[in-house]
């Protein structure tokens, strides 16, 4: 009886199919039977030809069906045998052939999806890694910090030394004592005959005399015109080294000086060192930031041109489907969204922090921020955010977050809700306008427009004519500026002026900006909201103008005491008070 290969007696032996051991091996990454990995035994199986009981010489045989078992056999020897042995060795091996197939392609499959999937993850380690750094804080770019200091550097201790550096060598320092007299009555010229004094004397006249060439070939060699010329490169290079430095000091002071007075050229340039500066922690992620700066509102506008949106990933990672296919399994696009707005919140953060902290002589009455989406194609660009802050919404706003997003509470991680991510939540303290889905490049409308240092009233953000206003009618006069309403559109305020100034009393100040003319019923709307204010004067003040009517009631009664201020007006009040035209909307 023949024993299967598991040691029990069942009759028949159930061989594995040739090559099922090697695609089993190879999948699992190790060498194939017979190599070194394998147990003792796996051997055996090398030469297994797939025959069954009885195939071979030495087993008993079974005669062909119709046949007595003791009839002759007219086959030839082991043709019968073979040719069932052969049968089923072609079925096995089809059958293994598919298997092996099979199974290999399976294993390539899972192993390509464990790839993607891990090349996902890194894209996820990255944003995160970006989101820590962009929340880092930023060093001041002010005017100290830039200032050069010049320190002389010796000459090199090697180089020849200058000629009578040191003294000649004197005899008198290596002359040997005399040695002691043994006869205190002999001759002096008999104590100098000792031979011991003797042969110090000669070390002595050769130590002396070896000490004399040498200092004689240092003053040779201090004299020499190498020597000099040497020396005479290193003075000229340290001169230029602290000629640079006061140069570039000097410049330095002067440029202070025009930033000091609000000169616009000095103020960007300023400002765009700082700006540059904040991106150090982040080079690897180009956010280029432009600022311009109008004088006449002292207000900076910033053009921060945000991340391309493919550098938040899209899926979560990958999955092999029952097919053995490879399917990705995508992020909810509120999360990818979430994301993007994350770290653009960060960037503008910093932009505004770096702004904020390299104006330490205030000249800065406010910052304006865009973010701006620039595709390629030649696309028009993209107002994912904007940003109108004055220069007390910057000081009592923490402008960075406080903690890095990895210390963020468990379960949020560096993916935290927008309504709880703490750099969106600052911008929204300084009444940012933020798209709600960059992904379906919804824009939003920007606060002010980086254009010329001397816009028109229409380009101006509402705080930079609010701004406008106040200077305007403060330099007027009208001090114990208070306001009470504010928008895109303009402003209404309070004000004291005193008595003998050109504009005594308390007034009431309605501004706005527009094309659209004022018309009689905004006339008495302001003569209600002095009744109420117990004011004295009201002031409507536009960049427009008026209608007929409304300059017809103020003549009446009742109305004279409403003066108007078209923008005619405005343009030549900014020209008389503030030195500066503004531009006139007709």
């Given at each position: 009886m023949q024993y299967s290969v598991d040691g029990h007696s069942d009759g028949t032996v159930t061989a594995p199919q040739p090559g099922f051991l090697a695609s089993v091996f190879r999948d699992l990454g190790v060498e194939g039977p017979g190599g070194p990995d394998l147990p003792d035994g796996f051997d055996r199986f090398?030469?297994?030809?797939?025959?069954?009981?009885?195939?071979?010489?030495?087993?008993?045989t079974t005669a062909p069906a119709g046949r007595p078992a003791d009839a002759p056999d007219d086959t030839p020897s082991g043709a019968g045998t073979a040719a069932g042995a052969g049968a089923g060795a072609?079925?096995?091996?089809?059958?293994?052939?598919?298997?092996?197939?099979?199974?290999?392609?399976?294993?390539?499959?899972?192993?390509?999806?464990?790839?993607?999937?891990?090349?996902?993850?890194?894209?996820?380690?990255?944003?995160?890694?970006?989101?820590?750094?962009?929340?880092?804080?930023?060093?001041?770019?002010?005017?100290?910090?830039?200032?050069?200091?010049?320190?002389?550097?010796?000459?090199?201790?090697?180089?020849?030394?200058?000629?009578?550096?040191?003294?000649?060598?004197?005899?008198?320092?290596?002359?040997?004592?005399?040695?002691?007299?043994?006869?205190?009555?002999?001759?002096?010229?008999?104590?100098?005959?000792?031979?011991?004094?003797?042969?110090?004397?000669?070390?002595?006249?050769?130590?002396?005399?070896?000490?004399?060439?040498?200092?004689?070939?240092?003053?040779?060699?201090?004299?020499?015109p190498a020597g000099d010329e040497s020396r005479r490169a290193h003075e000229q290079a340290e001169q230029a080294r602290a000629r640079a430095v006061r140069e570039y000091n000097d410049s330095l002071e002067e440029c202070r000086r025009a930033y000091r007075l609000a000169e616009p050229a000095a103020v960007e340039s300023?400002?765009?060192?700082?700006?540059?500066?904040?991106?150090?922690?982040?080079?690897?992620?180009?956010?280029?930031?432009?600022?311009?700066?109008?004088?006449?509102?002292?207000?900076?506008?910033?053009?921060?041109?945000?991340?391309?949106?493919?550098?938040?990933?899209?899926?979560?990672?990958?999955?092999?489907?029952?097919?053995?296919?490879?399917?990705?399994?995508?992020?909810?696009?509120?999360?990818r969204a979430t994301d993007y707005l994350r770290l653009v919140a960060r960037?503008?953060?910093?932009?505004?922090?770096?702004?904020?902290?390299?104006?330490?002589?205030?000249?800065?009455?406010?910052?304006?921020?865009?973010?701006?989406?620039?595709?390629?194609?030649?696309?028009?660009?993209?107002?994912?955010?904007?940003?109108?802050?004055?220069?007390?919404?910057?000081?009592?706003?923490?402008?960075?977050?406080?903690?890095?997003?990895?210390?963020?509470?468990?379960?949020?991680?560096?993916?935290?809700?927008?309504?709880?991510?703490?750099?969106?939540?600052?911008?929204?303290?300084?009444?940012?306008?933020?798209?709600?889905?960059?992904?379906?490049?919804?824009?939003?409308?920007?606060?002010?427009?980086?254009?010329?240092?001397?816009?028109?009233?229409?380009?101006l953000s509402a705080n930079e004519f609010a701004q406008l206003v106040r200077e305007l009618l403060t330099r007027g006069g009208l001090t114990q500026w208070s306001v009470r309403l504010r928008g895109p559109a303009g402003l209404v305020a309070t004000g004291e002026g005193p008595a003998g100034s050109a504009l005594p009393g308390r007034w009431v100040v309605w501004a706005s900006r527009g094309a659209e003319p004022v018309g009689e019923e905004e006339i008495r709307t302001l003569a209600e909201a002095v009744r109420e204010e117990s004011a004295e004067r009201g002031l409507r003040l536009t960049t427009g103008r008026f209608t007929d009517e409304a300059l017809d009631l103020t003549g009446e009664d009742g109305h004279q005491h409403i003066h108007l201020v078209d923008g005619d007006g405005v343009s030549e009040l900014a020209r008389t008070h503030l030195g500066l035209p503004l531009a006139t909307v007709h």
């Amino acid at each position: 009886m023949q024993y299967s290969v598991d040691g029990h007696s069942d009759g028949t032996v159930t061989a594995p199919q040739p090559g099922f051991l090697a695609s089993v091996f190879r999948d699992l990454g190790v060498e194939g039977p017979g190599g070194p990995d394998l147990p003792d035994g796996f051997d055996r199986f090398d030469g297994f030809d797939g025959r069954a009981e009885g195939s071979g010489a030495e087993g008993p045989t079974t005669a062909p069906a119709g046949r007595p078992a003791d009839a002759p056999d007219d086959t030839p020897s082991g043709a019968g045998t073979a040719a069932g042995a052969g049968a089923g060795a072609g079925a096995g091996a089809d059958t293994g052939a598919g298997t092996d197939e099979a199974v290999a392609a399976h294993g390539r499959a899972a192993a390509l999806t464990h790839h993607r999937t891990l090349t996902v993850q890194a894209e996820h380690e990255r944003l995160a890694d970006l989101l820590r750094r962009a929340a880092l804080p930023v060093s001041a770019m002010d005017f100290e910090s830039q200032l050069r200091h010049y320190e002389p550097r010796p000459y090199p201790a090697g180089g020849a030394e200058p000629a009578g550096s040191d003294a000649e060598p004197r005899w008198e320092d290596y002359a040997p004592a005399e040695p002691p007299a043994a006869d205190p009555d002999g001759s002096p010229a008999r104590r100098l005959l000792d031979s011991g004094y003797q042969r110090e004397l000669a070390q002595a006249r050769l130590a002396h005399q070896r000490a004399l060439r040498e200092w004689r070939t240092r003053q040779a060699e201090g004299g020499s015109p190498a020597g000099d010329e040497s020396r005479r490169a290193h003075e000229q290079a340290e001169q230029a080294r602290a000629r640079a430095v006061r140069e570039y000091n000097d410049s330095l002071e002067e440029c202070r000086r025009a930033y000091r007075l609000a000169e616009p050229a000095a103020v960007e340039s300023l400002l765009e060192r700082a700006l540059a500066a904040a991106e150090t922690a982040t080079q690897d992620l180009p956010a280029p930031c432009r600022a311009v700066f109008r004088p006449l509102t002292r207000t900076a506008v910033l053009d921060l041109d945000l991340p391309a949106l493919d550098l938040v990933p899209s899926l979560s990672g990958y999955r092999l489907g029952a097919g053995g296919e490879i399917l990705p399994v995508p992020r909810p696009p509120a999360d990818r969204a979430t994301d993007y707005l994350r770290l653009v919140a960060r960037l503008a953060l910093r932009a505004l922090q770096a702004a904020d902290a390299v104006d330490t002589d205030e000249i800065l009455a406010g910052v304006v921020l865009n973010g701006w989406l620039r595709e390629g194609g030649g696309g028009e660009p993209l107002c994912l955010l904007s940003v109108d802050a004055d220069r007390d919404a910057l000081a009592r706003t923490r402008l960075m977050p406080p903690a890095a997003p990895s210390a963020e509470p468990d379960g949020e991680g560096v993916y935290a809700d927008a309504e709880q991510d703490e750099a969106l939540v600052r911008l929204r303290q300084l009444g940012a306008a933020v798209t709600p889905d960059p992904y379906a490049r919804a824009a939003v409308e920007p606060a002010a427009v980086a254009g010329p240092a001397v816009p028109s009233a229409p380009d101006l953000s509402a705080n930079e004519f609010a701004q406008l206003v106040r200077e305007l009618l403060t330099r007027g006069g009208l001090t114990q500026w208070s306001v009470r309403l504010r928008g895109p559109a303009g402003l209404v305020a309070t004000g004291e002026g005193p008595a003998g100034s050109a504009l005594p009393g308390r007034w009431v100040v309605w501004a706005s900006r527009g094309a659209e003319p004022v018309g009689e019923e905004e006339i008495r709307t302001l003569a209600e909201a002095v009744r109420e204010e117990s004011a004295e004067r009201g002031l409507r003040l536009t960049t427009g103008r008026f209608t007929d009517e409304a300059l017809d009631l103020t003549g009446e009664d009742g109305h004279q005491h409403i003066h108007l201020v078209d923008g005619d007006g405005v343009s030549e009040l900014a020209r008389t008070h503030l030195g500066l035209p503004l531009a006139t909307v007709h």
